[in-house]
């Protein structure tokens, strides 16, 4: 990670003119439109930063995160009117280079006068202030004052030595990639590109290299093939010599490999797209790749030969190892997806890294796109019962929950920095929306102490979370951040790393050396500390590792931070004191470690000026770097270590070619500094020269002398300080009042014991101070304030707990759960613990040590299952239980209810689930339209019909996160009558015994006896039973047209029922199955009414004989009248529905309320206080027998889709 990594601006990350820089990006909202600079150059180049809803970000350091390839410079393809065209530069991760900055678009407009002479280059106008406007740029006041007091200003034109070359042939390409290899190295190289934002991709592309610090080009398209066109370029951060470019894709997919900067070129096929890649931090030869379909490559050739490493790798979620954590420098660390949508963490070996070698260092899954990899740490978050829970590795050791106060209860979390030994993170709690607080680590970074609250943060152009904290490079523990106070933006200051904060003083006068009235806490200076993409974004900050002292930044004097009235201030001595030096934004390059500022004004007109400052912004000198006013694309500074030649990248006009003006500035100095041209300076705040526990001294140029510095040379000297209590924060649970005292939290009680610690150990008490990390005091307090070791005092177990790993209540059937025994307090070497699975299964341990990974076991049944802990040693015990829901997923779910039924009379209906043991269920029953369902803990009901017509019935199953339903619909009748039929064999060798098959028969079965009967069809209903041989249910049902007339009577049924008989009887009902199979349907037997075949003939004894079965049957009619229950199939051939029900002919659906037993229903809202058993879930039906066990959960012989 960088130094203030995903969440605010690093000393390396500006959008203004940086030294030492390697790579630009230029953007033209004109060209790419929308908010944001211009699109992604690449998939992968938006910013590591990003916030998931889970949050937990970060920004990787270079070498670790993904690289995307060097930024681009975009130029318009139309005119765009002044004051539109806004440019940025960013750092390109994973390069290794540092970044130049351009131009952004000014806020404040000019005049069409203005404009006119600017873009002329026209002569000087005097505005009303007595400020003098050259060329359409405003110079700050002219007036000479005390170099303590006012901004001096040369304004005598001095003339710096340039060059310019132009790319000629590419003034319709509108992006560019630059490199500069720096570092003693000459070269330079450029990829311009035409992109065509109507069509997504890149039409041309050209490659031009200078092998003299930028003075003259030379096109290698010819080098690389003149059909090729390029679309990336990346450079290997450890050997800048090595060079890489990727060309398009859509026309082919290869790399182009460079040795010697690009001088010559390999090219190689690739059978994947590469999305991103990331460079090992030593090899310069190994690269992990990642592919457009979330493969992850490596090479150990620099992209010669490739191999896969994993797939369903999560973007931007892989790191190489860290030199000192890791033994294997070629481990790779990465979060991987599961076929069911999981992440977990693994890591391999990058050339072995198949399923056997392959380590899970946290056990079970983590929270999707939370892996973090950074220098000794490994965070993940893992979220249960709807709050996050995040977890640090330090030195690749085991995980331990990362600590915050008791009730911070955080939301987001990101981590900002990992130097030092020490985590800083910023955490947004339960009460925050637009505000976070800082928090700072132990050395393990697991116990976390606040460090500053309510930070103000905002969302970047790519959605990432940026939070104002700026880290100041060169100095130790100092850090900028913008609080929010009362709706109130103010800027603070730390020299402490977080102990100590205070407002900024303002300047003593402004830039005419007028005073200025500001008196603290009242009036301060306010800072913008944001570093964004986005070119309309206001704030710009720079501090430069080898010149620790100066800092230069935009904001304004006030009560609080403003987006208006923006002016550039600077301090030459570590924040302790600030001068205004402009007041419209500039854009400020460090040059020769900073003995030379160069100021370049943010403005939409083409210039030819800039401002050098040799006496760290006390005065200015104006320069001239072209004779042509130029519109500035962008402006690279030199890498390494003197930083002395600048090119400035820009056009004429809006169509002209690229125009690269090489300035440098070695004319301007004649000797090299020697040791009396320096002077000492030493660090402090306010007067304090112990900064982080010692007291340091740097080498600094006279400001009198213009020499050139070269070398940095560091700080001269550094004695560490008596510790006083100013080097001591508070400790974990601890708290600091009004009076400097750290007092316990009202949530903490420091008796309590580690629970590591036996009787006749020792233990560190702590005193409720903890030394600042990284601070180098001595003596003094220390003792004082430094935890004391105690002998462990026998305790009695207390606070006992018994959780999942993964904090559920549920696990599944013949799967590994894992219990995890907290205890917070007792002696945990002597100290007996027994553990009762609750499934007849227990076990004993000895101490607690040894179940640091947690309980593993697996139940092979599901219910309920009480989980009960017991904790015994001398002094006393205490016990705890859990709950444990044990459920095996619910796979199928069938209602069983009759086709048909009559009024007023008693139906059941029955939920199948498949599996049938599943675990704990609820069942929610909906009838028709009814708006608000009925709740049962079992899985039948029984209910009536009052009224005739058609019936939805819906079950919802839930069984843990699952939920499942389906859908019947029965017909109710006052009377019906219903006869089984058969069919002759022949028909049971096609029957696969599937839904659909029994709909199609029951349609053909149906058709037949209306052609043989003549019976209309509203008459008839066919069911198909499941099952052989072949059986189906005839019904006979009444029918009244829409008009309430003509409907049927009992006689009627009989009549038709009796037509039926006899016709199947005479074998006059078949059907062709097939060509050459025809099948006959017979009438098994009637119930409900006597269906007799009555002739003139017969005796007496026959007529006594059919007087008896007359009364038989009507017994029959009655029985069945009133007891019986039409079975549970849901085959209809009369209605065609989506859920495997038919019906032909439409009725209507007047529905009716059934009358429900209130015992077994209950109402949302309703509790349900029934007494659950630890006991198997069983549902039978005559329907489905049980086969068995599949896996580890209960199946049936036949499918449950079959009924």
């Not at 600017?118 to 005097?126: H, K, M, Q, V, Y």
């Not at 620099?302 to 190892?321: A, C, D, K, T």
């Not at 239980?881 to 009559?902: A, D, K």
């Not at 209507?1148 to 429900?1156: K, M, Q």
């Amino acid at each position: 990670m960088g130094k203030v990594g995903a969440c605010g601006g690093s000393p390396a990350r500006l959008s203004a003119l940086l030294a030492g820089a390697g790579l630009l990006v230029l953007c033209a909202p004109g060209v790419c439109g929308g908010g944001s600079c211009c699109p992604s150059p690449h998939p992968s180049s938006a910013a590591r930063s990003a916030s998931t809803h889970r949050g937990f970000s970060h920004q990787g350091p270079p070498g670790r995160a993904p690289a995307t390839p060097l930024p681009l410079v975009v130029r318009p393809l139309f005119s765009v009117a002044p004051g539109d065209r806004a440019l940025s530069l960013e750092r390109a991760r994973g390069t290794g280079a540092s970044v130049a900055a351009a131009v952004r678009s000014s806020r404040r407009r000019r005049s069409g006068a203005d404009q006119e002479k600017a873009e002329l280059g026209g002569g000087a106008s005097r505005s009303p202030r007595g400020v003098l406007r050259d060329g359409g740029q405003q110079e700050p006041g002219t007036r000479e004052q005390d170099p303590d007091k006012a901004t001096r200003f040369r304004m005598e034109e001095l003339r710096l030595t340039s060059t310019t070359f132009a790319l000629t042939g590419d003034s319709a390409h509108n992006q560019a990639m630059v490199h500069w290899s720096g570092h003693n190295s000459s070269v330079i190289l450029i990829l311009t590109k035409l992109y065509d934002y109507n069509l997504g991709s890149i039409t041309e592309s050209s490659l031009w290299r200078s092998t003299d610090y930028g003075t003259t080009y030379e096109k290698l398209n010819d080098k690389v093939g003149l059909k090729t066109i390029l679309s990336y370029l990346y450079v290997c951060p450890t050997n800048k010599r090595k060079i890489m470019l990727l060309t398009d894709p859509e026309i082919e997919s290869s790399l182009l490999i460079s040795s010697d900067e690009g001088a010559t070129y390999q090219k190689y096929r690739l059978n994947f797209y590469i999305q991103s890649l990331l460079f090992h931090p030593k090899q310069e030869d190994w690269i992990l790749a990642y592919s457009q379909d979330q493969k992850l490559y490596s090479s150990a050739e620099f992209g010669r030969r490739w191999q896969l490493i994993q797939e369903g790798v999560v973007p931007n979620r892989f790191y190489w190892s860290v030199m000192g954590s890791n033994k294997e420098p070629d481990l790779v660390h990465l979060e991987a997806r599961t076929v069911d949508g999981h992440s977990h963490y693994l890591t391999c070996r990058m050339q072995n890294c198949t399923e056997a070698n392959r380590n899970k260092p946290f056990p079970g899954y983590i929270d999707p796109d939370s892996l973090i990899v950074q220098d000794d740490y490994v965070f993940v978050q893992l979220t249960s019962g709807g709050r996050p829970h995040y977890y640090v590795s330090y030195r690749r050791n085991a995980f331990a929950q990362m600590k915050l106060p008791k009730y911070a209860l955080p939301k987001d979390m990101h981590v900002i920095s990992t130097d030092e030994n020490q985590v800083f993170a910023a955490v947004q709690e339960w009460n925050q929306n637009d505000t976070y607080n800082l928090y700072i680590s132990d050395t393990r970074g697991v116990y976390f102490t606040l460090a500053l609250e309510n930070v103000q943060s905002s969302r970047g152009p790519e959605g990432n979370v940026m939070i104002d904290l700026y880290e100041v490079a060169g100095i130790k523990g100092m850090f900028l951040a913008n609080k929010k106070i009362d709706n109130q933006v103010k800027t603070f200051i730390t020299y402490n790393k977080g102990r100590d904060w205070r407002l900024l003083q303002a300047p003593d006068t402004d830039l005419r050396g007028d005073p200025v009235h500001c008196l603290l806490p009242y009036c301060s200076l306010h800072l913008h500390l944001k570093v964004s993409e986005n070119p309309y974004t206001s704030g710009i900050i720079a501090s430069k590792d080898t010149a620790p002292s100066i800092i230069v930044a935009s904001g304004n004097i006030g009560s609080e931070l403003s987006d208006t009235d923006i002016s550039m201030f600077v301090s030459s001595d570590a924040g302790n004191t600030w001068r205004q030096i402009f007041e419209e934004e500039h854009s400020v390059l460090y040059l020769d470690q900073g003995g030379v500022l160069v100021a370049m004004k943010h403005t939409s007109l083409p210039i030819r000026h800039l401002w050098l400052s040799f006496d760290e912004g006390r005065s200015w000198s104006k320069y001239s770097f072209t004779s042509i006013p130029l519109f500035v694309d962008g402006v690279l500074g030199e890498p390494g270590e003197e930083t002395l030649i600048m090119t400035v990248f820009g056009h004429f006009s809006h169509r002209s070619e690229w125009q690269l003006v090489k300035v440098d500035y070695k004319s301007i100095f004649d000797r090299r500094c020697a040791e009396e041209d320096y002077r000492p300076w030493q660090l402090h705040s306010q007067g304090e020269a112990c900064i982080m526990g010692a007291k340091r001294i740097y080498k600094k140029r006279k400001s009198e002398r213009k020499c050139m510095q070269g070398k940095y040379a560091g700080a001269m000297e550094s004695k560490p300080c008596v510790c006083t209590e100013a080097d001591f924060d508070c400790d974990y649970g601890y708290e600091r009042h009004s009076n400097g005292q750290c007092l316990p939290a009202f949530w903490f009680n420091p008796s309590s014991l580690s629970k590591d610690c036996s009787l006749g150990q020792s233990y560190l008490n702590s005193t409720g101070y903890r030394k600042v990390v990284s601070n180098n005091c001595t003596d003094g307090v220390r003792e004082q304030y430094t935890a004391k070791p105690q002998k462990c005092p026998g305790k009695a177990p207390r606070g006992l707990r018994i959780v999942t790993a993964d904090g559920k209540l549920t696990a599944e059937q013949g799967h590994n759960v894992t219990l995890m025994v907290q205890l917070e307090e007792g002696d945990v070497q002597r100290t007996l613990i027994q553990v009762d699975f609750g499934d007849g299964i227990a076990v004993s341990y000895v101490n607690l040590s040894s179940m640091e990974d947690g309980i593993k076991h697996v139940y092979q049944n599901v219910g309920i299952f009480r989980v009960t802990v017991q904790v015994d040693n001398s002094l006393g015990s205490d016990s705890a239980v859990l709950y444990l829901h044990v459920t095996c997923p619910l796979e199928h779910v069938h209602l069983s209810l009759p086709f048909v039924t009559t009024k007023n009379k008693e139906v059941n209906a029955t939920a199948v689930l498949w599996p049938s043991q599943v675990g704990t269920l609820t069942y929610v029953w909906w009838y028709g339209n009814n708006t608000e369902p009925l709740i049962t803990l079992e899985g039948s009901i029984s209910f009536r019909f009052t009224s005739e017509g058609m019936n939805t019935i819906t079950v919802q199953v839930s069984a843990g996160n699952a939920i499942l339903q389906d859908t019947k619909t029965i017909a109710v009748y006052e009377e019906f009558r219903s006869l089984r039929l058969s069919f002759s064999p022949n028909l049971d060798d096609y029957n696969p015994d599937i839904p659909e098959w029994r709909r199609d028969i029951g349609r053909v079965i149906k058709k037949s006896l209306v052609e043989a009967t003549g019976v209309p069809g509203q008459h008839i209903l066919v069911a198909v039973l499941p099952g052989l041989p072949t059986t189906a249910e005839l019904f006979v049902l009444p029918y009244q047209d829409p008009a309430g007339e003509n409907k049927r009577s009992a006689d009627d049924l009989e009549q038709i029922s009796e037509l039926l008989i006899h016709k199947l009887n005479q074998n006059s009902v078949h059907f062709e199955l097939k060509p050459g199979v025809q099948v006959l349907v017979h009438a098994a037997h009637l119930t409900a009414a006597p269906l007799v075949d009555l002739t003139p003939t017969h005796s007496g004894s026959a007529m006594l004989m059919l007087l008896s079965v007359v009364f038989v049957g009507l017994a029959v009619f009655v029985i069945y009248k009133f007891k019986r229950k039409i079975p549970g199939i849901n085959a209809y051939a009369q209605m065609q529905n989506e859920k495997e029900q038919e019906m032909i002919s439409p009725v209507s659906h007047s529905e009716s309320r059934p009358s429900v037993p209130q015992s077994e229903l209950r109402r949302p809202g309703q509790l349900i206080d029934e007494k659950v058993e630890s006991q198997l879930i069983e549902v039978s039906n005559s329907n489905f027998e049980s086969s068995g066990v599949l896996g580890s959960c209960s199946v049936f012989s036949r499918n449950p889709t079959e009924h």
